[in-house]
């Protein structure tokens, strides 16, 4: 094996086991990847391989040594097993496109740490050894990418009850006590009563709307209260509230007020409430201080406003050619003087006023009465006058102690008692009630529609009512009142006197006052 050793001995380059640096890059001072033994350039590969021609050559031609073809054989597979062994000696590796310098790891040499500082890239899957690491749920190797676009996926945040916001506050609740309440949960302390805004503590409670209430306060807020005695009005068996109301004034009182004998006022009939005095007239009958106010209490105080009703009457081309006495009487004259009327019609449950036709002597006041001690009327002066009969029309009798507005309207309509009697009208009941409460509510409504109260003379100095009976000056209550008269007549349920008035006032409408009366005169009915 001489030729072997000519061809090492010709090579300047040893194996040893040293180690070599290279730079990469441009950094003369970076450091590459250490190896073992010499770098073989490829040139020197090629001599080798001509030193092995020329070295067999000579061997074949000296002839010096004969070689079984076996064992040169032998011999040839043993050279060049060495000779490769030879040339594998710790070369370098090859990186990527086949260049031996190792690549940058973002312009570093060194290649990454893995986890506990390993250069070797982590196992993945089951511990098989592989390193490659596993596809994501669109196959694509790379992590999905979350919210800003960081591979880091977003931090929860747990609540150990579940995410539960206060209706009260908006804010997280917690740990600790918490209601379940009107479809939202609560701080106990948010849980607070809509009128009071104090947190309502108590195992029930009320709602209106969608808002809590304490259960004394949903009752203070929204359960009717009596008008009269100003307490909560009870319910009744089947736990329902029941209560009584005023048709117009819609005065809302407990049913019992009906029949334990409280007091009404006999001009608008609203019920007396616990805190208001009502005024006692000697003939039992009570008044409320704002029907007060106005009320006719004498015969002279009524002149003036009976003057302006002859003048309403005039204005209707109706005017009365007889002197027709009017006078003001307690309820008991009037009681008296129907009952000495052969022919008449008298509304029901109480008459307050009478167009008379036979003689009597009547019990008149003459002097307002004055009020005392209780609010009681007292010192009431009255006097004896005689009716004579001069024609059809003895008196009018109108009942003391009514507002200005409730009086006239009686007037108004027995005064059209007395003008269908002196011009010979003879009707049945329901039309001649009838045509006077039409020509009534027509008086209410053209004092309602001027707002005067007639001329100043309609007024005497000595009534409490001149501060409200002047022109222009009528108070809302006198309004108001005014309204209810007139409601009062348009609704009452008496077949003579409510529907007398609707198709009185039906005809009216149609064809006009003038021609209805002359309707009725001839034929005794209202015209259809």
Known sequence: MGWLSKIFKGSSHKISEEHCHENYGGDPNT?????????????????????????????????????????????????????????????PPRYGNGNTHPPQYGGNPHPPQYGNGNTHPPRYGNGNGNTLPPRYENGNAYPPRYGNGHTYPPIPMYYPMGSRICAGCNAEIGFGRYLNCLNAVWHPECFRCRACNVPISDYEFSTSGNYPYHKSCYKESYHPKCDVCKHFIPTNPAGLIEYRAHPFWVQKYCPSHEHDNTPRCCSCERMEARDTAYINLNDGRKLCLECLDSAIMDTSECQPLYLDIQEFYEGLNMKVEQQVPLLLVEREALNEAREGERNGHYHMPETRGLCLSEEQTISTISRRPKFGAGNRATDIITE???????????????????????????????????????????????????????????????????????????????????????????????????EFFKHQIEVDISPVYGDGYRAGQQAVNKYGLRRTLDHIRMTGTFPF
């Open 31 to 91: 450091d590459g990847p250490s190896c073992s033994g010499d770098i073989w350039p490829e040139n020197e590969n090629e001599d080798i391989d001509r030193a092995i021609a020329l070295s067999l050559l000579e061997e074949n031609q000296k002839g010096k040594n004969v070689i079984d073809f076996d064992s040169q054989l032998e011999e040839d597979e043993q050279f060049a097993r060495a000779l490769q062994e030879s040339l594998n000696v710790d070369s």
């Open 384 to 482: 004896p006058y005689k009716l004579t009969r001069l024609c059809e029309v003895t008196a009018i009798l109108i009942l003391y102690g009514l507002p200005r507005l409730l009086t006239g309207s009686i007037l108004a309509h027995e005064m059209m008692h007395a003008w269908l009697r002196l011009k010979g009208y003879r009707l049945s009941q329901d039309v001649e009630e009838g045509i006077c409460q039409v020509i009534a509510h027509m008086w209410l409504d053209a004092e309602l529609m001027s707002g005067s109260e007639g001329n100043s003379a309609s007024t005497s100095s000595l009534s409490s009512s001149s501060n409200s009976s002047k022109k222009g000056t009528r108070s809302q209550f006198e309004k108001k009142i005014g």
